[in-house]
């Protein structure tokens, strides 16, 4: 069972990405999932996260400006980032709580992380 983070990369100040995170493996049930993010020298912060029920939560530094989404068919969750800033460059990690064939309660797992970089 692995989380597994894509779509990072480089973009300009006022861009966008898109970062999809995708969980794999004997995996019975999903409950919430979410963004984190770690910049240089600081500490792992909470960005977006979003129920089973599509109830979203957003840090105050993304709220208008990204949107967590999901698709339970696909297991899989999403960020959308538009109006990207030099300040939201940071290793962006997934995580969620999954209920798999090994546990009958869910268990907290996380990606590998996927590096987002805004140039100014």
């Known amino acids: 069972v692995q989380l597994q983070a894509s779509g990072g990369g480089l973009v300009q100040a006022g861009g966008s990405l898109r970062l999809s995170c995708l969980a794999s493996?004997?995996?019975?049930?999903?409950?919430?999932m979410g963004w984190y993010r770690q910049a240089p020298g600081k500490q792992r912060e909470l960005v977006a996260q979003i129920t089973s029920g599509h109830i979203t939560n957003y840090a105050d530094s993304a709220k208008g400006r990204f949107t967590i989404s999901r698709d339970n068919a696909k297991k899989t969750v999403y960020l959308q980032m538009n109006s990207l800033k030099p300040e939201d460059t940071a290793v962006y990690y997934c995580?969620?709580?999954?209920?798999?064939?090994?546990?009958?309660?869910?268990?907290?797992?996380w990606g590998q992380g996927t590096q987002v970089t805004v140039s100014s």
């Open positions: 493996g004997t995996i019975f049930s999903i409950n919430g």
């Open positions: 995580n969620a709580d999954l209920r798999t064939g090994l546990s009958t309660r869910y268990v907290n797992y």
